[in-house]
């Protein structure tokens, strides 16, 4: 069936390196995806999105690029920090779905000192 | 930005008992709201779509007698979970759209279910 996944279960980074998390799509009907970053014990906060009809978004510290060719989309966290610590997990909108959220597998990030 | 709040952050029950979680937008109105769970070092599982003045959708494989959702506001929702077992432990979330952009979605802290 149609899933999200992540290729990665953990990275691990040093303090200041830049972070590149991954993630790969299946249903080429999303048009809409997004990043969370959970830490332990709480819910989902919302990180940065992108639709289909972009290949690259920025933020503060972070862009996501999506490649539909090969159905695939990266987080890229500058400058990683220490805070930067958790779960990161992509969501796809599927079209037709409302806002129903199919979430992938998650990375976890552990920056080292 | 927006505050979806759930209410309690952690529940311990005993077996055969029933537990209800509140998930409350405060700050708009949401017409639809959704219930995940999560288990440790897994990814969220959306278990239903709470609809306001109407029934829930349930996805596939989720008990909706064992799961009961009440959208009863346009700023609440409840999940109950009835005659828990120790299997149903886990850690719920949900989450609270205002409408209008797609994905524009927020989410509450979650609740940790623990059933002895």
């Known amino acids: 069936g149609e899933s999200v996944g992540l290729h990665l279960p953990t990275l691990s980074v040093q303090e200041g390196d830049n972070s590149i998390i991954n993630c790969a799509y299946s249903?080429?009907?999303?048009?809409?995806f997004i990043w969370y970053k959970q830490e332990s014990g709480k819910g989902p906060q919302f990180i940065i999105d992108?639709?289909?009809?972009?290949d690259k978004r920025q933020g503060q510290r972070v862009t996501v690029l999506l490649n539909k060719t090969v159905k695939h989309l990266s987080l890229q966290i500058a400058a990683t920090q220490p805070g930067d610590s958790a779960v990161y997990f992509c969501?796809?909108?599927?079209?037709?779905?409302?806002?129903?959220?199919?979430f992938g597998t998650g990375t976890q990030l552990k920056v080292e000192l | 930005g927006a505050v979806v709040s759930q209410h309690p952050s952690r529940v311990i029950c005993k077996s055969g008992t029933s537990v209800k979680i509140e998930c409350r937008s405060l700050?708009?109105?949401?017409?639809?709201m959704f219930w995940y769970r999560q288990f440790p070092k897994k990814s969220l599982m959306l278990m239903a779509t709470?609809?306001?003045?109407?029934?829930?959708?349930?996805e596939q494989g989720v008990e909706k007698d064992k799961f009961l959702i009440n959208h009863a506001s346009l700023t609440l929702s409840t999940l109950t979970v009835t005659s828990a077992h120790p299997e149903d432990s886990s850690f719920y979330i949900c989450?609270?759209?205002?409408?209008?952009?797609?994905?524009?979605?927020?989410f509450g802290e979650g609740s940790r279910l623990t059933v002895l």
């Open positions: 989450s609270a759209g205002r409408g209008g952009r797609s994905g524009e979605l927020f």
């Open positions: 249903n080429s009907a999303s048009d809409y």
């Open positions: 992108i639709r289909s009809n972009m």
């Open positions: 969501a796809e909108i599927l079209t037709g779905g409302g806002n129903k959220l199919t």
């Open positions: 700050d708009f109105q949401a017409t639809t």
């Open positions: 709470s609809n306001e003045g109407s029934k829930a959708t349930y």
